[in-house]
């Protein structure tokens, strides 16, 4: 239910989008979210994006990646991007999309247990 792609090869300082289609369901109020897992490490969290009212979003990102991905939804497409610029090698990972039907903020959103339904993953490789 949950697709991700625009992963690839890119040289430091370059710039890639992922993007996630989610179909089965509306996902317009439920929390988003980005992990990644890099080779012999833990998935961790990126970013998440969670809907907080009218045409509003709150997003949460992060320390690492804070200032230079920016994560974004389109209801009406049922999408979710994640707009990754001035990559560094330490990026290299498989990204995943990631929705849980509530809304969780913050620090709490942050949590990938607390997720339901996780796309298969797009390798980002980030060379120096």
């Known amino acids: 239910q949950l697709q991700a792609s625009g992963g690839g090869l890119v040289q430091a300082g370059g710039s890639l989008r992922l993007s996630c289609a989610a179909s089965?369901?509306?996902?317009?109020?439920?929390?988003m979210g980005w992990f990644r897992q890099a080779p012999g490490k833990e998935r961790e969290f990126v970013a998440t994006?969670?809907?907080?009212?009218?045409?509003?979003?709150?997003?949460y990102y992060s320390d690492s990646v804070k200032a230079r991905f920016t994560i974004s939804r389109d209801n009406a497409k049922n999408t979710v991007d994640l707009q990754m610029n001035s990559l560094k090698p330490e990026d290299t990972a498989v990204y995943y999309c990631?929705?849980?039907?509530?809304?969780?903020?913050?620090?709490?959103?942050?949590?990938?247990?607390?997720?339901?339904?996780w796309g298969q993953g797009t390798q980002v490789t980030v060379s120096s």
């Open positions: 994006i969670t809907w907080s009212g009218g045409a509003s979003s709150s997003t």
């Open positions: 089965g369901r509306t996902f317009s109020l439920y929390t």
């Open positions: 990631a929705a849980v039907a509530r809304t969780y903020f913050g620090q709490y959103s942050r949590n990938q247990n607390l997720y339901d339904y």
